[in-house]
Nanobody, 125 residues
Framework: QVQLVESGGGLVQAGGSLRLSCAAS????????MAWFRQAPGKERDFVAV????????YYADSVKGRFTISRDNAKNTVYLQMSSLKPEDTADYYC??????????????????WGQGTQVTVSS
């Protein structure tokens, strides 16, 4: 079992930055692939970024590439999403997800068994 708790969301002006954190509990964290997804009102949940267990491999959605950075600290059981140059279209609820039996770099929600409750990010123009 893995429990995930996100934090760090809030209201920010366009061009600003935010850092999201996802604290995980459970012995399988260090071996899990971790990802961030986001969901805007009335829209589907979209992939944002993913990092494999070692932190060495990452992959991003085209919409955030060059602006967002995903990282993890296995000693702290935490994964981060550093968001810079934020745009109004980044406004969404952001969710942390864990795949405890990874077979690759997953970008689809069904590939992840565990989810946090989400943290809201609002970017004003």
């Amino acid at each position: 079992q893995v429990q995930l708790v996100e934090s760090g969301g809030g209201l920010v002006q366009a061009g600003g930055s935010l850092r999201l954190s996802c604290a995980a509990s459970g012995r399988t964290f260090s071996g899990s692939t971790m990802a961030w997804f986001r969901q805007a009102p009335g829209k589907e949940r979209d992939f944002v970024a993913v990092v494999i267990w070692s932190g060495g491999n990452t992959y991003y959605a085209d919409s955030v590439k060059g602006r967002f950075t995903i990282s993890r600290d296995n000693a702290k059981n935490t994964v981060y999403l550093q968001m810079s140059s934020l745009k109004p279209e980044d406004t969404a609820d952001y969710y942390c997800a864990a795949d405890t039996t990874p077979r690759g770099i997953g970008t689809r929600p069904y590939e992840y068994e565990y989810w946090g409750q989400g943290t809201q990010v609002t970017v004003s123009s």
